[in-house]
């Protein structure tokens, strides 16, 4: 429990620890009951303080956990009913900067109804089952956040937290304004930079006028300054509502990059065994040799730390590697239990029911005395929250291991997640960027086995990602009941 005011800062925080229990050997198993969680976390800030941005990597980070998350952005609405009228009445709104003027009551108003409309659409699909609602809002008056408070307090079991993103730092107020006006917000598709760098200046200007900070001694919430250069915690209690604070405090957006690499290819690998803990293949040792000069090619002089299992395949690949090396017992392969050692073709035999039950619902299969990949996600969420708060990693790891983690980076859906292919010798290079990741591949011209099992031909293939990709503002119409 973190009451009135915890400073607490970055370093050193511990984690509570997960509760999801799930049950199940050999077949598929049941998605964990979340149906009690209900949760509000309302954003606060002025524009260009990194609300969407905190907003959308909450959302990832617990859909990945599993729970049910939505953002209720309300620029997003705001913008589709002016489409609306447009369409209907042929009145076309003006939503420059002297929309946001508090002075301007008609506006004030306006916008006030649609906060309202958004928090109505968010509590509608909280009590249809959701967990966490974000609304996605300025937020920025205790006036707006006194309402707020009292519309949930009728709902019965809704928690409501503020998470308020505060910035005075001009180095990032003027890279987050420059990203809004060069890279397409909707706002200002059809202005020119210039144009649009000069009312977006003035509509956080009209927005300082009347800005208060969040000191309700009452209100629970999550105050991050200067990305996380200090944090202001009050009244946060329980699990999940710890979780998510925690979680945001440990978010920094300074450039780094992930690598994610396969062991070399091992022993088993070979013989099309899985699981097991063989050392590398002749090939896997070149693999393992040729590793350092394409990392530090790619690295320079920047500093990187390198996370290796504890299975020995991937402290051999990590050896030459000139860079502190750290083993983690989370990053272990998928446990196969009673298929241990086996080839699929050996399961297949002895165990046919467990292989087609795989085979229909890999991310829920749970071997015999093993894991399934939802159990791998929940042992990986230490990881995750340890590589966000870390900056150049490379991760030697496992195929089931890295699709988990890979999967967090690009928020891909969970029914791909088991057929992504991470290939054997290949290094993947990821560079976080404000929504979303880019991605290069490198693969070393040293011949592997293909441990890849491609989806059934009758259940649904995965998508196909593209090995660059990059999103930006992809704003999805709302459906209103207007
Ligand atoms: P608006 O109210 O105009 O929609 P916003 O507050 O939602 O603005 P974003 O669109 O999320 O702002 O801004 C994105 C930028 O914020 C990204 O470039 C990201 O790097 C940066 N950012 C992320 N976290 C923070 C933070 N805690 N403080 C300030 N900037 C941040
Ligand atoms: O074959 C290599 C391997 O790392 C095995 O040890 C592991 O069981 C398997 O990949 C995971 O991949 P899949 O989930 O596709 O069976």
């Given at each position: ?357 795989r085979d229909e619902d890999k991310f829920n299969y749970r071997y015999r005395g093993g894991e399934s990949y939802r159990d791998v996600v929940v042992r990986l969420e230490p990881v995750i929250m340890e590589l966000e708060r870390q900056e150049n990693i490379l991760i030697i790891g496992h195929q089931a291991i890295l699709r988990c983690l890979y999967a967090y980076f690009h928020h891909l859906p969970q029914a791909d997640l088991p057929y992504i292919k991470i ?60």
């Amino acid at each position: 429990r973190f009451d009135e005011s915890t400073v607490a800062s970055r370093k050193g925080s511990t984690a509570p620890s997960p509760p999801p229990s799930v049950k199940g050997i050999g077949k598929k198993v049941a998605k964990p009951d979340y149906s009690e969680q209900k949760i509000v976390v309302a954003m606060v800030g002025l524009p260009a303080r990194g609300k969407s941005y905190l907003s959308n990597k909450l959302m990832i980070y617990l859909r990945w956990l599993e729970y049910d998350v939505k953002v209720f952005n309300v620029g997003q609405l705001r913008r589709t009913k002016a489409r609306q009228k447009a369409q209907k009445l042929g009145v076309k709104e003006n939503h420059n900067a002297e929309f946001f003027s508090h002075s301007n009551a008609q506006a004030t108003q306006s916008r006030d109804s649609l906060a309202e409309e958004s928090l109505e659409m968010l509590i509608k699909w909280l009590k249809e089952g959701g967990n966490v609602g974000i609304h996605d809002a300025t937020n920025s008056t205790k006036s707006r956040r006194a309402k707020i408070e009292a519309r949930l307090a009728k709902e019965k079991g809704m928690i409501l937290i503020f998470l308020e993103s505060l910035c005075d730092d001009p180095a990032v107020i003027a890279a987050n304004v420059e990203l809004k006006v060069s890279q397409g917000d909707p706002d200002y598709k059809d202005m020119s930079p210039d144009e649009a760098r000069k009312d977006f200046l003035r509509r956080i200007n009209e927005y300082e006028k009347v800005y208060e900070t969040i000191t309700e001694p009452h209100l629970s919430y999550l105050r991050i300054k200067n990305v996380g250069e200090e944090v202001t915690m009050s009244r946060i209690n329980g699990y999940l509502s710890s979780r998510i604070a925690f979680y945001l405090m440990n978010l920094h957006i300074r450039p780094r990059n992930i690598f994610f690499s396969r062991h070399g290819e091992s022993q088993y690998n070979v013989e099309g065994k899985i699981g097991g803990d063989s050392l590398l293949s002749l090939r896997g040792m070149q693999y393992a040799k040729a590793l350092p000069a394409l990392i530090t090619d790619n690295i320079g002089e920047k500093p990187l730390t390198v996370w290796t299992s504890t299975l020995k395949r991937t402290i051999q690949t990590a050896q030459y590697l000139p860079y502190t090396k750290l083993t983690w017992k989370s990053l272990d392969e998928l446990d196969a239990g009673v298929c241990d050692g086996m080839t699929y073709e050996e399961i297949e035999q002895a165990y046919p029911d467990d292989y087609a039950n795989r085979d229909e619902d890999k991310f829920n299969y749970r071997y015999r005395g093993g894991e399934s990949y939802r159990d791998v996600v929940v042992r990986l969420e230490p990881v995750i929250m340890e590589l966000e708060r870390q900056e150049n990693i490379l991760i030697i790891g496992h195929q089931a291991i890295l699709r988990c983690l890979y999967a967090y980076f690009h928020h891909l859906p969970q029914a791909d997640l088991p057929y992504i292919k991470i290939p054997l010798h290949t290094v993947i290079k990821l560079t976080p960027k404000a929504y979303g990741c880019d991605e290069e591949r490198y693969t070393l011209p040293i011949n592997a086995v293909d441990t890849h099992r491609p989806k059934p031909k009758a259940a649904k293939q995965p998508n196909v990602h593209p090995t660059t990709q990059r999103i930006y503002y992809v704003e999805e119409e709302v459906k209103t009941s207007a």
